[in-house]
């Protein structure tokens, strides 16, 4: 391996691992924010609204396919590992064939029931057409969004992040000149974003497949690997569906929280917009912590190293905490500064930092929970995580969103203090399972 973090001081090792993983999920995240920047300057309230929820449509059903080429990803590393290269070669063979599936079906809901979608996020009426070309435009090219993101999977399970990680930097740059062009000279607004994302994607998908073409791969990947093999594909969909199922659940309830807002007015929409693209930012280092637990803690559980394990959650803790009191302070008193960034509406800037304030205070929550989800992940007590935050989703986010919107006249502060709300329950779960799993008498090891 080139990462053994069975031995050596553990915070060292864990900050070294995980700083690359946060610098990819830095560009993935300016990736997304790009739309809604250059709308904001250069488009209407409306044309942010219509990037808001048409990207967080869109981005449902990316995560989606995302968490569910999960199966794939640990499929191969697992047939790599094990030496056998053609089962690997039939499972990405089986993968291309099911995403292409999963591609088209998601073509064709975009595309045909852009309308029904819109509907159903209650996007504002001024916001409404464009929200449906948005989501009409990105949906038709979601072959190519799927091409793009399963590609990365593959490369993942081969070992290879660096690959992804320039796939990533390629598409962001591309989407920063489609956006300039589109947007800011054609004034195509929102539907100048749809393309720029589309045409990115589609950039970095040919770089990638020269990249795999000049790539001296572990195995061959035959025509005749290009079908459905049952069980490859069971092996895929078993490991995936739980990932994709949480992931799928839990994107939904911010879908519902979303429309929430959408009732109140066009000026609320576009604030929230410009809220989640700030957010996607300031917890950017809690979700690179989860993402390098997972790795950390796996290898450490797979040695029987549990005492290391859980030395690691405790510094990924507390390093975390750090970043998120800073965090917190930002985002809470100077959430206006940010929120100016992607937008330069008043009225816009003041409802993102309304809702700002409530999320500033999930800063101090998250890091505490995306610690603890990656250490689940790594001790393979997933099942766990999907209870968690199915149970934060469904019991309190949408419910507490629900009652703000009635008793809060209006206030996107109140309506935000839905996630804190239910961050503060998946914690209390986690710390829970947590004692439990201290004071069994015989530490979780490799064959707990």
């Not at 219509?50 to 995560?63: E, K, M």
């Not at 290391?308 to 985002?331: D, H, P, Q, W």
Request: glycine share 10%; net charge positive.
């Amino acid at each position: 391996m080139n990462n053994n973090f069975t031995e050596g001081a553990i915070l060292p090792k864990l900050l070294k691992f995980m700083l690359p993983v946060l610098f990819a999920m830095f560009l993935q995240a300016m990736y997304g924010a790009v739309d809604l920047l250059v709308v904001g300057q250069f488009g209407t309230d409306a044309d942010v609204s219509a990037v808001s929820t048409g990207s967080q449509i869109l981005q449902t059903l990316t995560n989606l396919i995302v968490s569910f080429s999960m199966g794939i990803t640990v499929s191969v590393a697992q047939r790599i590992g094990q030496k056998r290269p053609r089962e690997a070669a039939k499972i990405i063979g089986t993968g291309l064939v099911i995403f292409a599936i999963a591609g088209a079906v998601f073509t064709v809901i975009s595309v045909f029931g852009a309308g029904r979608l819109a509907d159903v996020m209650q996007a504002p009426e001024e916001a409404f057409d464009l929200t449906k070309s948005y989501i009409r435009i990105c949906g038709g090219g979601f072959l190519i969004i799927t091409a793009y993101n399963l590609l990365g999977s593959i490369f993942r399970g081969l070992g290879d992040s660096k690959t992804p990680l320039i796939a990533v930097g390629i598409a962001c740059g591309f989407n920063i000149i489609g956006d300039l062009l589109f947007v800011s000279v054609f004034h195509l607004g929102a539907k100048g974003a749809a393309l720029a994302t589309v045409m990115a994607q589609l950039v970095s998908v040919i770089i990638s497949f020269f990249i795999i073409r000049r790539t001296q791969l572990p195995f061959e990947l035959h025509r005749k690997d290009l079908r459905l093999e049952s069980s490859c594909a069971n092996n895929i969909i078993r490991i995936g569906t739980p990932i994709a199922l949480q992931d799928f659940l839990v994107g939904i309830s911010f879908l519902v929280l979303l429309a929430i807002v959408n009732q109140i007015s066009v000026t609320a929409s576009a604030g929230v917009g410009v809220a989640n693209k700030v957010c996607a930012f300031i917890m950017l280092v809690p979700l690179a912590f989860m993402q390098s637990m997972s790795a950390f803690v796996a290898q450490n559980y797979g040695a029987g190293h549990t005492d290391r394990a859980v030395k690691a959650l405790k510094s990924g803790i507390a390093v975390s905490l750090v970043f998120g009191v800073v965090m917190f302070f930002v985002s809470f008193f100077h959430g206006d500064i940010l929120s100016g960034i992607f937008s330069n509406k008043p009225d816009t800037v003041a409802a993102a930092w309304d809702y700002l304030k409530a999320y500033s205070i999930d800063c101090l929550f998250t890091c505490f929970l995306f610690c603890f989800v990656g250490f689940y992940n790594g001790i393979e007590k997933t099942g766990f995580v999907m209870i968690q935050g199915i149970a934060g989703a469904f019991l309190v986010r949408i419910p507490v969103a629900f009652l703000m919107q009635r008793i809060g006249n209006g206030s996107l502060f109140k309506i935000g203090l839905a996630t804190p709300c239910s961050t503060v329950l998946q914690i209390v779960m986690c710390f829970a399972v947590y004692v439990w799993f201290t004071k069994k008498e015989a530490p979780v090891g490799k064959n707990a």
